[in-house]
């Protein structure tokens, strides 16, 4: 299976199942539009109009030496075997530190933050069962994650500074490794909360919508009032005392900012370089929900974004654009991508009552519910339903040019559109396929700079 595409006069084609890259001339990619489906008599028949035939051949023989080669129209050695493993291991842990939230962002999943139930944090007796279980429940593995997530988890920072110490001891105790990381809203980054974060190395998530109209119109205080002044100067401030971190920006495009690169480029301005601007879900009915026919606009701006990220890596700039970033080889990490997140089976969200759930956004849906931090796992018909969800069971996944980089897309997205994680969220295939063609674009263009010199 290949995928072929051009971008900016680039004639570019995508070995799927070898995930070999290659940049073609016009009479090639015309040539495997027909190629392997019609024989090279037919071909040069349907070509000698326009091409001479001593080109054709030499197009042909190239072709067929690469495909001798193994990266192009490579079989699918990985279908015809892949089985999800079999197991319990639970390596990631999403601690619900609060249901609530000191900010009401419009398009908010967990319902501005409580998930549809009551407003509430969780109590460090839970969070401490929460790492207990986690201990348990992750076997022999010797790298285990807990992200402390919200709401707005920095609500509850004291808990979380208990709960990070706590984790630290017993690990060491089952010979284990913790790596932290916490999703915040920012407004609360600062002073003992900071230098706690940056001394402890952890991970983090931040988030910023991009421009301050943007930010301040989807993501309100209480009161209405806009965040980006304080959000956007502590984000910079931790960043600048602490820019060891793994960290990412996270922002979300609406229909009311479909103009998202300038958000990208406006980040970009502020000095930072780990960003993500993420397409929002749900909403259906209201104003800032993406509709079908933003597609072709939306698929204009992936475009221009990708024009000024190359543009300013030219120039120094070590930006980093999250769904930019593909892995096109294959190796160790092949068979985990097939089965996206590990949701439900490697990785449960619990809640501040101490409810376990596949993932933060199944969270408040009670079919959902995997069992609790004292029982442990007791549905183990749910888990199995996820372990399951690989790209070889979702429908359309299979044949698809883009199920080694989207996993299949999110479970959530796909449930909440059609009542099943096994059939993908529409908008989101398209959109990601849209993605994946600039990112393949802009590693011929890293690596054309590189011959260059």
């Known amino acids: 299976m290949i995928h072929q595409f051009t971008f900016d006069g680039i004639n570019i084609v995508l070995d799927v199942h070898s995930g070999s890259l290659h940049m073609v001339d016009e009479l090639t990619s015309k040539i495997l539009e027909l190629y392997p489906v019609h024989n090279e008599n037919i071909i040069k028949e349907k070509l000698s109009c326009y091409y001479d035939v001593e080109q054709i051949d030499e197009s042909i023989e190239e072709i067929k030496e690469l495909m001798d080669a193994g990266t192009l129209f490579c079989c699918d050695e990985v279908g015809p075997t892949f089985s999800p493993e079999d197991n319990t291991i639970i390596k990631a842990m999403c601690l619900h530190l609060a249901h609530d939230c000191n900010l009401r962002c419009r398009y908010c999943f967990a319902g501005q933050g409580p998930f549809g139930m009551d407003r509430t944090i ?113 984000i910079v401030n931790f960043l600048n005392d602490y820019n060891n971190l793994t960290y990412y920006v996270r922002g979300t495009f609406t229909r009311h900012n479909l103009d998202f690169a300038s958000d990208v480029m406006h980040m970009a301005e502020l000095g930072l370089e780990s960003l993500s601007v993420e397409p929002v879900v749900g909403g259906f009915g209201e104003d800032y929900a993406l509709q079908e026919e933003d597609l072709p606009q939306i698929y204009t701006e992936y475009e221009r ?149």
């Not at 992200?147 to 500074?161: C, H, R, S, T």
């Not at 994946?436 to 700079?449: N, P, S, T």
Request: net charge positive.
């Open 305 to 453: 974004l990708t024009r000024k990220l190359l543009e300013i890596r030219r120039k120094g700039s070590k930006v980093r654009f999250f769904h930019f970033n593909v892995p096109l080889d294959g190796g160790p990490c092949l068979k985990k991508r097939l089965s996206n997140c590990g949701a439900g089976n490697e990785y449960v969200a619990v809640t501040p009552q101490g409810e376990i759930y596949p993932c933060h956004q199944f969270v408040g849906k009670h079919d959902f519910k995997l069992g609790d931090i004292s029982s442990g796992i007791l549905n183990k018909d749910i888990m199995n339903y996820f372990r399951n969800a690989h790209v070889y069971n979702k429908e359309n996944c299979p044949d698809c040019w883009a199920k080694f980089f989207c996993s299949g897309g999110c479970h959530a997205n796909a449930y909440e559109e059609n009542n099943t994680i096994y059939k993908p969220h529409s908008m989101g295939c398209k959109l990601m396929k849209k993605r994946l063609e600039c990112a393949l674009y802009l590693k011929v263009r890293e690596m054309l700079d590189k011959q260059r010199g």
């Open 122 to 234: 969780m109590s460090y007796d839970v969070g401490k069962k929460a790492l207990d279980f986690l201990m348990e429940a992750s076997g022999s593995r010797k790298h285990i994650e807990v992200d402390f997530f919200g709401g707005e988890p920095l609500l509850n920072f004291e808990v979380m500074k208990q709960l990070v110490e706590y984790g630290n001891s017993i690990a060491y105790k089952y010979g284990k490794k913790v790596k932290y990381t916490v999703t915040t809203n920012c407004v609360l980054l600062k002073g003992e909360i900071k230098e706690f974060i940056g001394q402890k190395g952890m991970d983090i998530v931040l988030s910023l919508d991009g421009r301050p109209e943007v930010q301040n119109s989807m993501r309100p205080f209480i009161s209405g009032r806009g965040s980006y002044d304080i959000v956007s100067k502590n």
